[in-house]
């Protein structure tokens, strides 16, 4: 989850009751252009063998007419002809309530800047790459794209059980951090690791972290870091079983037992885990990972 310190909690001049503002495409430089397309081709160029295949055919919905940063106005026309889903743009961070309320309609908010050059490796906030090339791919899937809706419905209603910070790992672990279990090997889902050419090798090579098998009530128990590379990624068997656990899942009675039950560390392995891979835990933490 995005350090939460700088969202605005009114909606900044220019943009909407909603937080959107418009993508104004053609203020785009032709260097911000330049800079999608290095990064586009940096990671279209790894992530086969390494991202879901779900992701990977998702991509096809950002190959528009023309290069650089995609223009919403062609790439909604696409996005929702597939599952009804659309980005929006807005100015950055927006209030997690705000945020629910647009994934529960189906509606992607995507920061509207660029990296500079000198951030290529590390970024603070969710740029147009992280958010458009990490999360849009997989909201061209069905099962994906109904599990997003799931989510933001479920943000909605945590927010009246206070229990948005339990529901938020749910969020961390999978859309942005996520694996999955496919034809015997793992691949990864979760934005976070997709837009990232350090975390797209660490998360799937590296020894350092634990891979364990998605259990909800686990899951929920585990906290995260924003700042570095994982020490624990959760691995699902199926897109359909995510969407399953989800919609089937009565918060009410998890929220009273994440209460009474001890949060687990990032790095701690359980003894009924199901451990793909129990890590080295050698990855010094504090080092900012390369996006
Ligand atoms: N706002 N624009 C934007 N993007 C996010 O990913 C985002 C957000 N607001 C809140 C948020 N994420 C998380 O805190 C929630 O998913 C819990
Ligand atoms: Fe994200």
Redesign the pocket.
Known sequence: ??D?SH?HDTPPPGAAPD?TIPQNWDAFSADEHAMWDRLCDRQSNMLPGRAADAFLRGLDVLRLSRSGIPDYRELNARLTAATGWSVVA?P?????A???EH?ANRRF???NFIRRPDQIDYLQE?DIFH?VFGHVPMLADPVFADYMVA?GRG?LRSLGFGA??K??RL??YT??FGLIEEGGALRAYGAGIVSSHAESLFALDDPSPNRIGFDLLRLMRTEYRIDDFQQSYFVVSSLAHLLKVTVETDFAPLYQELNVLPDIGVAEILPEDRIYTRGTQEHVTGRTPQT
Not at 92 to 96: A, N, Q
Request: hydrophobic share 55%; charged share 10%.
């Open positions: 989850m995005p939460a969202i937080w807005v950055g961070l927006v209030p997690d705000v945020f629910f994934l908010p995507a920061g969710p958010d989510y943000g948005l910070h529901l938020a969020y961390w859309v942005e």
